[in-house]
């Protein structure tokens, strides 16, 4: 396989939503694959619509998802010279031309293919004027072949014809001087020797045009990969209203940037039935050409199922780091709790997201305020106050303060009691944690640790006398 030059070209008018992620994906795995390169590319050439926040928002999504890059990012709103060179050069053989024809006289034509039930094109009214009308900012248009047709084999979709006579002349350059997008793109395209443009099938329609383009420029086009939309749950396209939000909400939502990659790489690629994919498996696998070319759907329970799989038995360290980033989302100090990694070890079971583990784990960071009152009422009963009181006498002697030794020391109790299990256990989790939720009793104790575990058993022992009483 030869090294694959591919490129992600997001124009920042919006968050990196998922759509674009899963673009950037594969565009950054068939680099990877191949041990070739991965560019990053803004194209911000539509000022009014391109913000500054959009551009750190897909910088951020990208770092954030780990898409690393080996050159950019590069922003087409600092090329302008360049592409103004090349129209300048395309003018000169004559291969675009100058065009003053005005939004009304276009509006007109436009108006007159729609009733006649054909595709609006230009005419070419300017393409063969010898003199300039006065007083008029002319835009730029490319002189499209007007015979034969474009050929191009798609990596997804197959192979391409389209006719000449279907592709009008395009403005590559407007009034004001900026280039249009069908230009830029492959100006930049070919000036950064991308040799695989992998992008949305929406662009399907350019192409022949951009192919053109790189005819006029002297340029060999690159291959093309066309991937298909992503539909929501309903087989509705993809939208807001499906939580199509940035990439960033995702982390928000609690997902870890490997669930998110492996998903990803799965709407729309597969490598036989396997759902589970590392992501150095990943590069070793994908192949472009093995893309669908039918649009996927997005499948929220699949992407809890992987992230509850990556909590479990993903690469700890980004996974510790997304956490400590939400435990300070949730207001929480890590240091005033157990080790991550034993957090980590016994939530993930019980999980699918790291913003349920942060709600789940409150108690093991900060003390709370009161009981829950329907679980007090329940468990913190006279009844209770015996087996917590010697439970606790038996905790306080215990240096060893591991899940082994707590189970051992909750059983103990029980025993000597002669109840069971459940008689202690109960009101022993509403006294570590305010209510009747929590992993196992031992790994509950070991996790809010030895000092915390006699102060709130001693606090629920005080409760019950009160009531009491
Ligand atoms: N800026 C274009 C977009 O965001 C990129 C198209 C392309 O990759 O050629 O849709």
């Known amino acids: 396989m030869s090294p694959v030059r591919s490129r992600f070209a997001p124009s920042p008018t919006g968050f990196l939503h998922i759509g674009g992620a899963r ?68 003018l000169a053989e004559g291969k675009a031309y100058r065009c003053y ?63 000449n006579s279907e592709l009008d002349d395009l403005v590559i350059m407007r009034g004001d001087g900026t280039p249009t997008y069908n230009f830029a793109v492959v100006v930049d395209d070919m000036d950064m020797n991308i040799n695989l443009v992998i992008r949305g099938d929406d662009h399907i329609n350019n192409t022949p045009r951009q192919i053109n383009i790189y005819k006029a420029l002297g340029a060999e086009p690159p291959v093309f990969a066309h991937v298909p939309m992503i539909l929501g749950d309903d087989g509705a396209r993809l939208s807001k ?48 050409d093995d893309v669908n070319r039918k649009p996927s759907r997005f499948d929220t329970e699949k992407l809890n199922w992987l ?3 990556y909590l479990r038995e993903g690469d700890r360290v980004p996974v510790l780091a997304e956490l400590a980033w939400h435990l300070e989302q949730a207001g929480l100090k890590a240091e005033q709790g157990p080790p991550l990694d034993d957090l980590l070890a016994v ?62 020391a909750v059983q103990a109790t029980a025993d000597a009691l002669e109840i069971g299990f459940g008689k202690i256990g109960m009101p022993l989790r509403v006294a570590l944690m305010g209510h009747g939720q929590s992993p196992g009793i031992n790994h509950t104790l070991w996790l809010v640790g030895k000092e915390r575990s006699l102060a709130r058993i001693d606090q629920a022992i005080a409760w019950i006398q009160q009531r009491a009483g």
């Open 101 to 163: 024809c005005s939004k009304e006289r276009l509006e007109a034509l436009r108006e007159e293919a729609m009733k006649a039930g054909e595709k609006p094109r230009y005419d070419g009214h300017c393409r063969d004027l010898t003199e300039a009308p006065e007083g008029i900012v002319p835009v730029i248009r490319f002189r499209n072949p007007d015979e034969g047709t474009v050929v191009f084999e798609d990596r997804v979709r197959g192979p391409i014809e389209v006719a």
């Open 23 to 90: 673009t950037a994906l594969f565009a950054w795995l068939a680099a990877r694959a191949s041990g070739g390169q991965f560019v990053l590319r803004i194209e911000d050439t539509d000022r009014e619509r391109s913000t500054p926040e959009s551009v750190q928002a897909i910088l951020d999504g990208m770092s954030w998802l780990g898409l690393d890059h080996d050159e950019g990012p590069f922003y087409q709103s600092q090329r302008f010279d360049r592409y103004r060179e090349l129209v300048d050069q395309l």
């Open 241 to 288: 209203r499906h939580g199509a939000v940035g990439v960033m909400s995702w982390r928000e939502q609690g997902y870890t940037p490997d669930a998110l990659i492996n998903y990803l790489a799965r709407l729309g690629w597969s490598h036989g039935d396997d759902e589970v994919f590392s992501r150095q498996q990943l590069i070793e696998l994908f192949r472009i």
């Open 347 to 408: 939530q993930a079971d019980r999980v699918e997201t790291l913003v349920e583990l942060v709600e789940q784990s409150r108690p093991f960071f900060e003390d709370f305020e009161q009981f829950e009152p329907g679980a007090a009422k329940k468990h913190l009963r006279p009844v209770a106050g015996e087996p917590l009181a010697s439970l606790r006498e038996r905790l306080a002697g215990l240096d060893d303060w591991t899940p082994d030794s707590l189970q051992a």
């Open 307 to 309: 992230n509850q799989h």
